[in-house]
């Protein structure tokens, strides 16, 4: 069955220094893959898509790179800040037809130290 | 206007019984999603519909019975309660082939 690691449970940097997340997959092999950000007691947040025949996509702070090589996925915030505190979430998403399943990683809590 | 919008936010029951919890979206979308997230926060798919018909179904119990009136609903409906059933429930909606918009979550508590 299909398995979704991201690297480490909790992850605490200092302000202003580049966060990276990492997302491992094996078993299968994603369309695109999307990262997501939750933070306590709220739903999890969209942020970024990038499809499998895409390197690297950016959004402001925000940059992901994708090797389906490697089967990894690394997430970056450059100049983070307290703000980028929360949990991150990826999700590979297969785009089988029929078969809309969106499966999320564990989950890194990031927390950005003033 | 809330997107994706469920409730009960919160609920606290007795094994055994039975309860629901509505979700209602107005992006027009064509699918709906229920997912779980235990204590340890693992995020995990229990069903999704479009167009009104069940697409998928993990491993989920069949007291757990998802029911969609209409595309803008999609309703989820807990038979029997078990304390392993506590936990956040999120519905999430998407045009199918991209981002997910989720709730706000319907917490859980089955004593």
């Known amino acids: 069955s299909q398995k979704i690691e991201q690297n480490s449970e909790a992850l605490n940097i200092q302000e202003g220094k580049t966060a990276t997340l990492t997302c491992n997959y094996t078993?299968?092999?994603?369309?695109?893959l999307q990262w997501y950000r939750q933070d306590p007691g709220r739903g999890p947040v969209f942020l970024l898509l990038?499809?499998?025949?895409?390197k690297e996509k950016r959004k402001e702070r925000l940059k992901v790179t994708f090797d389906t090589t490697l089967k990894q996925s690394l997430f970056h915030i450059t100049a983070s800040q307290p703000a980028d505190s929360a949990t991150y979430l990826c999700?590979?998403?297969?785009?089988?037809?029929?078969?809309?399943?969106?499966?999320f990683g564990t989950g890194t809590r990031l927390t950005v130290i003033p | 206007d809330t997107a994706v919008s469920q409730t009960p936010k919160y609920l606290v029951t007795q094994m055994g019984n039975d309860k629901s919890i509505k979700c209602e979206q107005n992006?027009?979308?064509?699918?709906m999603y229920w997912y779980k997230q235990d204590s340890k926060k693992f995020l995990k798919i229990m069903f999704s519909?479009?167009?009104?018909?069940?697409?998928i179904n993990e491993t989920v119990p069949n007291r757990f019975s998802p029911k969609s009136p209409d595309k803008a609903h999609l309703n989820l409906h807990i038979n029997s309660l078990e304390l392993g059933d506590s936990a956040v429930y999120f519905c999430?909606?998407?045009?199918?082939?991209?981002?997910?918009?989720f709730g706000e979550g319907s917490r859980l508590t089955v004593l």
């Open positions: 078993n299968y092999s994603p369309a695109y």
């Open positions: 992006l027009g979308h064509d699918t």
């Open positions: 519909y479009n167009n009104k018909e069940l697409i």
């Open positions: 999430a909606s998407s045009t199918g082939h991209g981002e997910l918009f």
């Open positions: 990038i499809r499998e025949n895409e």
């Open positions: 999700a590979p998403y297969r785009g089988r037809t029929g078969a809309n399943n969106l499966f």
